[in-house]
Structure formats: C-alpha cells, structure tokens
C-alpha cells in the first residue's frame, strides 16, 4: 500500500502520519493484507515487513511479536465493533433503540466479515489461540454480548424495550444473526446461490433482523 493508502486509515482531521508512526501503520496495513489473504500461521514477520517496505528490525520497534501484530490489526484496521457496542448502555434513552441496533448490525456484518479469514489460522493453532486470549485478558470477544445486553437492559428499565424480552438471548440472537450473515458472505464469496443471502443487502438484514428481534414472531392479535 502508498503511504496515501496508509494515510487513508487515519482518524479524519489527524496530522499526517510521518516516522515511526508512518512505520506501523504501513505494518498494520501490509499485516491485514497477508493475513487476510495467507493467514496468519503462514505470514511471519520477515513477509510483513517485506509488505510493509521496512525492515524486520524497524518491525520490532513497534511490535513485540506476530500475535500482537494480528491483536493490533483487529483493534485497529477492523470496523470498530467493540467501540460500537460499548458505547450503547450510555445512550440508553436517546434516539430511537431500533436504530441503535441498526447501525450496530452495519458495523459487526463487516467486523465480522474481515475477522473471519484473518482468525481462521488462529482458531486451528491451539497454542497460538491460547496466547491470544491470554493477552485479551477481560477484552474477549463475549463483551459484545455483555455490552448489548446491558443496553437492551437499560432500555428495558425505561420501558422502551418489552419487558418480557431476556435481554441476554437477545444480545446473543443479534450478535449471533450478524455472525452467521458474515460468515455465509466469506464462505460464498461472490459467487452465493440465488436466495442464500436474504435480505440481500446489509442494510435491509440490519432492517429486518432488528425488526423481527424487536416484534416477534408470534401474530398480534
């Protein structure tokens, strides 16, 4: 990637990136391209940085090893789930809950989408998945589901969200559905059977994956 590329990542309104930090964001860029595309058991070091356009060493100074690389890479040049989902408890009360829950299922279908290829080479390697979670400490992936449910909890106390509703089963029916959508779009690719991604769009299974968590599936009287 140009550095105009690697500029491209940056927070908008930021100081262009120069020096070392230039440095790690072309590592982290060279690092999300190989894993996505050769995964992370088969990328090393020597490769990202040869990826990057710097040298193994100029690697070290960023990055203790290949893991943290890969735990910086999701935190970082993946759309911002955790930030996403963590933010919904204090906002309980504002705005509308369905569009809450709608915008959090346009930002986890691609988390999820570009974190498949990359943690597939994670989850067949024991030892490296169990460095992985070691280094997550209390960040694992299950406070996706912890941080919605306290929302949906939240919103329920207000009365805005039914109070029959386990707040729970619900985090983990939305998380779940969104999980399954990005995996069906990496597994198929371009190349899905005509009505195995309904509704055919990100923006209308957020619509309407919401729509159904919300009202039910049992008919109004």
């Given at each position: 990637m140009t550095d105009e590329g690697v500029q491209q990542n940056a927070p908008e309104g930021a100081e262009p990136l120069t020096g070392g930090a230039l440095t790690r964001a072309r590592v982290l860029d060279a690092a999300a391209r190989l894993l996505a595309t050769v995964g992370l058991t088969r990328t090393t070091t020597k490769q990202i940085a040869r990826e990057?356009?710097?040298?193994?060493?100029?690697?070290?100074?960023?990055?203790?090893?290949?893991?943290?690389?890969?735990?910086r890479v999701l935190r970082e040049r993946a759309p911002r789930l955790a930030d996403a989902v963590a933010e919904l408890p204090g906002r309980a009360g504002e705005g509308a809950v369905r569009e809450h829950l709608e915008a959090l299922v346009r930002v986890a279908v691609p988390f999820y989408r570009r974190s498949f290829p990359m943690a597939g080479s994670l989850l067949a390697s024991p030892e490296l998945l169990a460095a992985h979670r070691g280094k997550l400490g209390d960040a694992g992936p299950h406070q996706v589901g912890v941080h919605l449910a306290e929302y949906l909890a939240a919103e329920q106390r207000l009365g805005r969200v039914p109070a029959a509703l386990d707040p729970h089963a619900a985090a983990l029916l939305l998380i779940g559905a969104c999980f399954h959508r990005a995996f069906l779009e990496v597994f198929y690719a371009d190349e899905a059977p005509p009505g195995v991604l309904l509704p055919p769009t990100t923006e209308e299974f957020a619509t309407e994956t919401v729509r159904v968590l919300l009202d039910g599936l049992a008919p109004r009287a």
């Open positions: 990057a356009g710097c040298s193994e060493a100029a690697l070290y100074k960023h990055f203790r090893d290949k893991e943290e690389i890969f735990v």
